[in-house]
Nanobody, 117 residues
Framework: QVQLVESGGGLVQAGGSLRLSCTASGLTLSNYAVAWFRQAPGKERDFVAGIRYILPSTYYADPVKGRFTISRDNAKNSVYLEMNSLQSEDTAVYYC??????????WGQGTQVTVSS
């Protein structure tokens, strides 16, 4: 059974930092593209950051460029999202997802990030 488990969310003041983790079981994350999405209350789920599995490269949504960093630790079968200079607009539930060919087939349950101003 495939599971993606996010952790590291919480309450942080504006300007602060958090590091989210996504750890997989039942699949090898290094064989998949992995991304982070987020969903704020009353809004659609939006792409935040992604990392490819071939020639690992990263890409980001414009609102988080320069503030967020996605990375892998294949030995731990995990992907991370380092979030700096957090703003109230970053408040959302953050989801980890993995897939191939532009499709994300596996999703975690999400972790809440709340930024207080």
């Amino acid at each position: 059974q495939v599971q993606l488990v996010e952790s590291g969310g919480g309450l942080v003041q504006a300007g602060g930092s958090l590091r989210l983790s996504c750890t997989a079981s039942g699949l090898t994350l290094s064989n998949y593209a992995v991304a982070w999405f987020r969903q704020a209350p009353g809004k659609e789920r939006d792409f935040v950051a992604g990392i490819r599995y071939i020639l690992p490269s990263t890409y980001y949504a414009d609102p988080v460029k320069g503030r967020f960093t996605i990375s892998r630790d294949n030995a731990k079968n995990s992907v991370y999202l380092e979030m700096n200079s957090l703003q109230s607009e970053d408040t959302a539930v953050y989801y980890c997802t993995a897939g191939l060919g532009g499709r994300y087939d596996f999703w975690g349950q999400g972790t809440q990030v709340t930024v207080s101003s």
